[in-house]
Structure formats: C-alpha cells, structure tokens
C-alpha cells in the first residue's frame, strides 16, 4: 500500500509532517491502526537501526527518526486504545536504569492500555528503586521492565533483587522484553514472563493475571 511506503519513508527521513499527514491519511483510507503500525510505523524503525549499524546514521539522525516514529504514534493511540473501560489490573512499566529507548516501551503501555489495563509509566532510565516504590504505593500487578541496550539488560535483575530484598517480589509478576532480551534471559534472572512484541506482552499479562 503506497500510503505506508510514504510513513515508513516519512520516519526513515526524519520528516514528522509527512508521517502525521500519512497516518492521518491511512485513517481516511480506512487502513487499520494495527497495520499501519505493523507495516508502516515499525518496519521503519528496524530500518534506522539497519542504517546506523551500517555507519549511514548517526545519533542525530535515529533521535530525528525517533521523533517522527512518536508523532505518528501519537496520532494512533486513541485509536489503539479504549477510553471509559475500569480497569483490570495495574502495570507499572519502564526502560530499565541507563536506557533511554522509550518507543517499544510505550508502544507495549499502549498496548495494554488498550487491553484495560491502568498503566503508571515509570519513564525510561528507572531505578530498581522507583519500581520498588511503585509497587509499594500503588498496588501493581504486575512489573514491566523494557531494555534495549545489551548493557542495561541486566538491570533487570537488580530490579527483581531490590524487590525479593523490599519483600515484595511475591506480590508482584514480573514481564521483560526488548530487542536484546530473550525468553533464556528472562529464566536466569528469575522473570515470570518474557514477550518479544508489544501484542504478546499483552497476551503473557492476561495468562500471568488469570
Ligand atoms: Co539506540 N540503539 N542508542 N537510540 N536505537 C539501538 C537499540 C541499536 C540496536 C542500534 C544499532 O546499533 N543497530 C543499538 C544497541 C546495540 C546493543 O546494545 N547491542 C543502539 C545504540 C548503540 C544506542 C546508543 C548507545 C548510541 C550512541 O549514543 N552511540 C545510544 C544509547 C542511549 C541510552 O539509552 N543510554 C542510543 C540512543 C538512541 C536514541 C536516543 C537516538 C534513539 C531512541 C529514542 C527514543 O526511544 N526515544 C535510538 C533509537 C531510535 C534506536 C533504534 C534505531 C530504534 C529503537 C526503536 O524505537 N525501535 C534501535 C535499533 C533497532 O531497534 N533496530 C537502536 C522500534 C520499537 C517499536 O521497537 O524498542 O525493539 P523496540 O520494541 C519492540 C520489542 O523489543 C518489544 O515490543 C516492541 C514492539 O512491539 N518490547 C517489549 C520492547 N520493550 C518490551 C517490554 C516488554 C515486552 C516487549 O515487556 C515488559
């Protein structure tokens, strides 16, 4: 579909104006969010990375592409997600200390949001600490840590420590995932629950909350 060529461009280059005139564009045309997401938005992140591997990008221009990847899916989210539904659980998600990825991240908030789940979004770059606190006061359900740095993927596990040492690691289920992380990772440091995608974290939190 031309429509999705001109997103995945639009966010390959950088160009926000293209990108939100292109979602809004697929809209019209009747093009659903899930595949405008799945064949427009983040086959062109992939791409980015592809380009900075390959010594094409540099920072600059992955945070120009980040930027009008979050416009696009800004421009998604309401359709993604239902309004006025109660709650059925709580996650309280974040990218894990020293990590700054956030589109994967919200992209699996978002995506629970849509299933009826109240997400508190911890942000990126979140101490074992900060997830502690969340559990402590706000009663979660369950714990969703994102890494997308093979060197902060072990951050993980000094969150699960700092909850087993608060006492609160059997009130709580713990998700993981991130480009890097795998479901062996997810087993060694003692996670309930690994999903390689945003619509998989949602079907793992249904089956972990049952
Ligand atoms: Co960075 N970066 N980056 N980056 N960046 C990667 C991750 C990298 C793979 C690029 C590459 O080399 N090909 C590489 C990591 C290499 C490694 O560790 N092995 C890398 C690097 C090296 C870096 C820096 C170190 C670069 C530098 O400064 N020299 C630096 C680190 C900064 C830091 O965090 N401390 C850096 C910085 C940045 C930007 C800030 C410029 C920007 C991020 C902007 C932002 O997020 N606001 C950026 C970007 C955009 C990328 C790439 C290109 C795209 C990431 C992305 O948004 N993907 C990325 C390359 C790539 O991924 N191919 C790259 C789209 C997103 C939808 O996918 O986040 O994987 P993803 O999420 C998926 C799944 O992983 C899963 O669901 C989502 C899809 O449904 N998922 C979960 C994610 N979290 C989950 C949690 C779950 C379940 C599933 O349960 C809780």
């Known amino acids: 579909m031309e429509i999705l060529e001109t997103i995945f461009q639009g966010i390959v280059d ?23 997401l799945h064949e427009g938005l983040i ?8 380009l ?3 010594g094409e990008y540099y920072v600059p221009e ?9 416009s696009g899916l800004a421009i998604l989210k309401p359709r993604l997600v239902q309004s006025n539904v109660e709650p059925i659980g709580k ?3 974040a990218t894990v200390k020293g990590d700054l990825h956030d589109i994967g991240k919200n992209l699996v908030g978002l995506m629970l949001e849509g299933a009826g789940y109240e997400i508190i979004n911890l942000g990126v770059d979140a101490s074992p600490e900060s997830f502690v606190d969340a559990v402590k ?7 969703a840590m994102s890494a997308l740095l093979t060197t902060t993927m072990i951050r993980m596990k000094d969150t699960i420590e700092a909850l087993e040492e608060a006492g609160l690691r059997e009130q709580v289920k713990v998700i993981v995932g991130g480009a890097p992380i795998t479901q062996k990772f997810a087993d060694e440091i003692g996670a309930d629950g690994y999903a390689p995608d945003a619509s998989q974290a949602v079907t ?7």
Do not use: H, S, Y
Request: proline share 3%; no cysteine; net charge positive.
């Open 14 to 36: 950088g160009n926000k104006n293209a990108v939100e005139t292109g979602v809004r564009q697929a809209l019209d045309e009747n093009i659903a969010p899930e595949k405008i």
């Open 43 to 50: 086959p062109a992140m992939a791409e980015v990375g592809r």
């Open 52 to 54: 900075f591997e390959e």
């Open 62 to 70: 992955m945070l120009i592409a980040a930027r009008a990847m979050k």
């Open 91 to 93: 996650v309280a998600i």
């Open 137 to 143: 006061t706000k009663q979660v359900d369950i714990v």
């Open 204 to 210: 793992l939190t249904k089956k972990l909350l049952a």
